[in-house]
């Protein structure tokens, strides 16, 4: 879950100004948390008060009301223009979004979950109270399917056949990077968060990789970095520095999740 977090700070600052190179400065003038960040920790939240024998309703219910909580505390972190107005008004339904948002958000459940099949009931149902488009809540799937694979120490072949299972990875980031543009669309953006992890030696290498080649660079180095950080774990001083950008509230979250579950 740190690893989305760090994700989402490195990549803050090259969302609408791209970079397409490897070679930058991780953290630097402009770095922040995103909208990315906060609804991640709203999942973490939600899970925390989750009890397993509840019906998934509940946890709906329950996650509904902690993306509320942590969306309208920090309104201004970056949301996309229907998901502010699900947060302003306080709305329980869902609007078929297939953008990269329930993909964002999801890495909490692979380290909650105690199976696969646990993590996709969790992933799908998280990504309905407002992404239920089937394509963002493939995104969620893979993500949080990866996310626990990692984990599990699953090698990245059983991680990539698992993925295209749902995503071709057709491509490599040197073929696509001088022409991937911006796309917050699950399948714009999953897959090639995927890839940058698949092609990684390291967690920085990661978010190194998903960065550089352009587009919603928080969101792709997010989901890119849950991801690594499960397969690769992260240094004290990797998650010190994330943790930093954090308000003491959001850190107390990552704490209590982290206590629990990891």
């Keep these: 879950m740190i690893g989305a977090i760090f994700g989402d700070i490195v990549g803050s600052r090259y969302e609408f100004r791209n970079t397409?190179?490897?070679?930058?400065?991780?953290?630097?003038?402009?770095?922040?948390?995103?909208?990315?960040?906060?609804?991640?920790l709203a999942v973490a939240k939600a899970l925390l008060q989750y009890d397993k024998t509840q019906d998934l309703k509940v946890f709906q219910d329950i996650l509904i009301t902690s993306m509320h909580t942590y969306g309208n505390a920090y309104p201004y972190a970056g949301y996309g223009g229907n998901f502010s107005w699900w947060l302003i008004k306080k709305s329980r339904l869902p609007y078929q979004s297939f953008g990269n948002g329930?993909?964002?958000?999801?890495?909490?459940?692979?380290?909650?979950?105690?199976?696969?099949?646990?993590?996709?009931?969790?992933?799908?149902?998280?990504?309905?109270?407002?992404?239920?488009?089937?394509?963002?809540?493939?995104?969620?799937?893979?993500?949080?399917?990866?996310?626990?694979?990692?984990?599990?120490?699953?090698?990245?072949?059983?991680?990539?056949?698992?993925?295209?299972?749902?995503?071709?990875?057709?491509?490599?980031?040197?073929?696509?990077?001088?022409?991937?543009?911006?796309?917050?669309?699950?399948?714009?953006?999953?897959?090639?968060?995927?890839?940058?992890?698949?092609?990684?030696?390291?967690?920085?290498?990661?978010?190194?990789?998903?960065?550089?080649?352009?587009?919603?660079?928080?969101?792709i180095a997010a989901i890119a970095g849950s991801v690594a950080e499960a397969f690769y774990g992260m240094s004290e001083e990797q998650k010190a520095t994330a943790l930093s950008y954090l308000t003491e509230e959001l850190k107390e979250t990552v704490w209590e999740f982290d206590q629990k579950y990891k």
């Excluded at 402009?30 to 909208?35: L, R, S």
């Excluded at 949080?144 to 299972?165: D, H, N, W």
């Design 102 to 219: 329930s993909a964002m958000r999801v890495s909490p459940i692979g380290w909650y979950a105690n199976s696969l099949e646990e993590v996709l009931s969790l992933a799908k149902v998280s990504a309905e109270v407002t992404h239920n488009h089937p394509d963002g809540i493939k995104g969620a799937v893979v993500t949080a399917g990866s996310v626990y694979l990692a984990k599990t120490g699953a090698s990245k072949e059983k991680i990539k056949k698992f993925i295209e299972s749902y995503y071709p990875l057709n491509f490599t980031l040197d073929e696509i990077r001088p022409s991937y543009t911006f796309d917050v669309s699950c399948s714009g953006s999953v897959p090639q968060a995927m890839q940058a992890f698949l092609e990684s030696d390291s967690f920085e290498d990661t978010v190194r990789n998903a960065v550089s080649i352009g587009g919603d660079s928080d969101t």
């Design 20 to 40: 397409k190179t490897k070679n930058f400065e991780l953290f630097a003038k402009g770095c922040h948390f995103t909208d990315d960040s906060v609804m991640t």
